[in-house]
């Protein structure tokens, strides 16, 4: 999952992000409204959490701007602004949850988790595709009902894959959701054909159909009848 973390503040930025990214996510840090402004018109994310009390800007308006671009990422407010005047205006304006400082960040994780499990499956703890069952929670795969064993890139791969079937998804969107920032010193995109072709080579070996699709110049597609 590539999640933005809006926040000034370095102590709670720094073990925000090492916690995130313990659960195996990838975490990027805008510590400021100029900086966030620019990381939301250029990237897209899976989620997005956002402080209202930022240098050179209020985080309010930056929900007004990520609202405008019609982005997917759910977001979360995370601020010491605990009156409900504040909770009520943050959910107003379009964010998906608040969550008041101090909090717990093991709290922050599975709010973010429940967040994406309803915009991306519907709530549900499993995700199923005919013969692929994900157990998100678990970071675990199974085909047929038999574990398949993924490298983190390779299961971070398919769930994107599985979140977007049926659409064409470009190398350079693979890149940046699983590489996030450092995507953009990349050469090429020789690695994601790596990744694809494993990914595929696993699921196939253990009598999965074949469901990504090469789109010459392009990128894939996870072309299925569910």
Request: charged residues 30%; aromatic residues 8%; hydrophobic residues 35%.
């Amino acid at each position: 999952m590539k999640i933005l973390l809006i926040e000034d503040e370095p102590e709670l930025q720094k073990s925000i992000e090492q916690y995130l990214e313990m659960e195996g996510n990838i975490v990027e840090i805008s510590p400021d409204f100029s900086h966030a402004q620019q990381k939301i018109a250029i990237y897209d994310y899976d989620c997005i959490l956002v402080d209202i009390t930022l240098p050179n800007g209020s985080g309010l308006d930056l929900l007004k701007e990520i609202k405008l671009k019609k982005s997917k990422a759910g977001i979360i407010i995370i601020s010491a602004k605990n009156s409900l005047d504040d909770k009520v205006n943050g959910l107003d304006l379009g964010a998906d949850d608040y969550l008041p400082k101090p909090f717990h960040l093991s709290e922050l994780n599975s709010r973010i988790k429940a967040l994406i499990r309803r915009k991306s499956f519907d709530g549900n703890l499993e995700i199923s595709i005919n013969e692929i069952k994900i157990l998100p929670h678990e970071r675990r795969v199974l085909v047929h009902n038999n574990d398949i064993i993924l490298t983190s890139k390779e299961y971070d791969l398919l769930l994107y894959f599985i979140s977007n079937k049926n659409r064409v998804v470009s190398k350079s969107a693979l890149a940046e959701h699983l590489w996030g920032d450092n995507s953009d010193r990349l050469d090429n995109f020789d690695f994601i054909y790596n990744h694809v072709k494993n990914l595929r080579k696993k699921l196939l070996e253990k009598k999965c159909e074949d469901y990504l699709q090469t789109i010459y110049g392009i990128g894939y597609n996870f072309k299925t009848q569910e």
